[in-house]
């Protein structure tokens, strides 16, 4: 006979203090996740300027890149996108029944791959600003 | 037996495509960001580039199954974030139907710009 276990209610975020590795993945997947669903609807949004008018497509977009703050909030989205990625792959296998018994260790793989690639990606997304 | 706790809908199909969706956009969205920001730059892009790209089939073909399967796995992780919450009854019927609307609304608005950008319409 299977068994459950009350977890409590674990939205409840006061419980922070408590929270394990994989409760941290969880809230983590959240967070980049919302924001993504949010870019998203940004991205097209300014993407439809293409509609308007190929100036008015290249006018908006080359502006936008012209803003220091714009191409800071590009290495944040690609930190968030690659932690999305990174934890999304490790979700997948968790789901195939790979990797289980080490998903803190693969979480806190996801945080570094992630921490390294966006500092990478730095000099890339800096480039011209100044 | 104990009581059940989990948010899960054994019956769903929403549960499978979440994650076929998202084998999908592993791929595209690391694609797409090696493509724009380090194969091409964003500070140089202009609107024949776009074009250029997006007048070739196949990269079209992707862009838009990019586009419909980021809004479902999206749309689909904002209710069930909001079901983890503790949605239910017709508040999470009409949540349901607003992000199906603007979910729809997105693929179309995203069509028309994908299209727009070929400059063929």
């Known amino acids: ?130 | 037996m104990a009581e059940r706790y989990s948010s899960f809908d054994r019956r769903g199909w929403a549960w499978f495509l979440q994650r076929l969706t998202a084998a999908f956009l592993v791929i595209v969205l690391a694609f797409h960001f090696m493509l724009l920001h380090f194969v091409n730059h964003a500070y140089e892009i202009t609107f024949l580039g776009s074009q250029a790209r997006m007048s070739q089939v196949g990269y079209f073909i992707t862009m838009v199954l990019f586009l419909v399967t980021a809004t479902f796995h999206g749309v689909n992780g904002v209710f069930n974030a909001l079901v983890n919450q503790g949605l239910k009854g017709t508040q999470k019927k009409v949540v349901l139907g607003v992000l199906a609307i603007a979910g729809l609304g997105l693929v179309i608005q995203g069509i028309r710009l994908a299209l727009a950008m070929t400059g063929l319409v």
């Open chain 1, 1 to 130: 006979m299977s068994q459950s276990h009350n977890r409590g209610l674990i939205e409840d975020f006061g419980r922070w203090r408590e929270f394990a590795p994989g409760m941290w993945a969880w809230i983590f997947h959240k967070f980049t996740g919302w924001v993504l669903i949010g870019y998203l609807f940004t991205h097209v949004a300014v993407l439809s300027t293409a509609i308007s008018g190929p100036q008015l497509y290249t006018t908006t977009l080359r502006s936008l890149e012209s803003l220091l703050l714009v191409r800071v909030l590009e290495v944040g989205l690609l930190a968030v996108a690659t932690f999305h990625i990174m934890n999304g792959i490790r979700l997948l296998f968790i789901d195939l029944g790979v990797g289980l018994e080490s998903q803190d260790k693969s979480f806190y793989a996801s945080l570094v791959l992630t921490g390294a690639i966006a500092v990478a990606s730095v000099p890339t997304f800096l480039s011209g600003a100044f």
